[in-house]
C-alpha cells in the first residue's frame, strides 16, 4: 500500500484501467441449450387431423399467432373434405383477375399454418390456377402470382420458405371444365399438393 501512495497519479489510472480490462475481458456464455421438441408423428396411410396440444412452439418455421386454437371445432370437417380432392390442406379461392387474398382465403391459410406445425416433415407446392377466360400467358402470371400471395402469407405466419414452393398452371388444368359463373370461380384458385 505504501508503494502505491508514493506512485504518480496517472500510473494509478493505468492500473486501474488495466485491472477494469482484465475483469472484463472473459469470451461470453452460449446460450443454455433446451430440449429438442418430440419429434413429429409417424406418417399413417390416412389423414392425421389431430393437433398438437400442447402450446405452440416458435421454432424456425412457425409462430404462434393470438387467439388462435390449436384444437378448433372446425378443422376436420375442412380438412376431412379437402382430403378428398386429394390434398389434406383446403383450396383457398380468388375473386375474378384479382391475387388479392380474401378475409376467408386468411382464415383458411392460419389453419394451414397450424397444420403445417405440427407436421414439420412436410413439404408443400402451391399451385395458381385460373380460369379458363383470358390468354394462356395471362393466366400463367396471375396463376403465378395468386401461389405466390399464398407463400407470402403463410411465411408471414411463420412456416419455413424452404418448405414451400410455388408453380402457376394458369387455366391448364381446371378443376371444373364447365363455361359458367359456378365453374369459374371453382377455378380460381390456389391448391395445395403436400408431399414429404
Given amino acids: ?10 500510473s494509478l489510472l493505468v492500473l486501474a484501467a488495466c485491472l477494469s480490462l482484465a475483469a472484463c475481458g472473459g469470451k ?14 409417424p406418417a399413417g396411410s390416412g389423414l392425421d387431423d389431430t393437433l398438437p396440444t400442447q402450446p405452440i412452439d ?9 387467439g388462435e386454437s390449436a384444437a378448433g371445432s372446425d378443422l376436420e370437417s375442412d380438412y376431412a373434405s379437402a382430403y378428398e380432392q ?5 383450396d383457398v379461392q380468388f375473386a375474378y383477375d384479382s391475387s388479392a387474398l380474401t378475409e376467408a382465403a386468411r382464415a383458411t391459410l392460419e389453419k394451414h399454418a397450424l397444420w403445417l406445425q405440427g407436421r414439420r416433415d412436410v413439404r408443400v407446392t402451391i399451385e395458381g390456377h385460373c380460369d379458363q377466360r383470358g390468354t394462356t400467358e395471362y393466366n400463367l402470371a396471375l396463376g403465378e402470382q395468386r401461389a405466390r400471395a399464398v407463400w407470402d402469407y403463410l411465411v408471414g405466419l411463420g412456416v419455413a420458405p424452404e418448405r414451400l414452393r410455388t408453380v402457376s398452371y394458369g387455366k391448364e388444368q381446371p378443376l371444373d371444365p364447365s363455361e359458367n359463373e359456378a365453374a369459374y370461380a371453382k ?10
Fill in 187 to 196: 377455378n380460381r384458385r390456389a391448391h395445395f399438393s403436400v408431399s414429404q
Fill in 28 to 41: 461470453k456464455r452460449p446460450p443454455a441449450l433446451t430440449a429438442a421438441p418430440p419429434p413429429p408423428p
Fill in 58 to 66: 416458435e421454432g424456425p418455421d412457425v409462430v404462434a399467432m393470438e
Fill in 1 to 10: 500500500m505504501s508503494l502505491l501512495r508514493h506512485r504518480h497519479p496517472a
Fill in 86 to 90: 386429394g390434398s389434406p390442406l383446403a
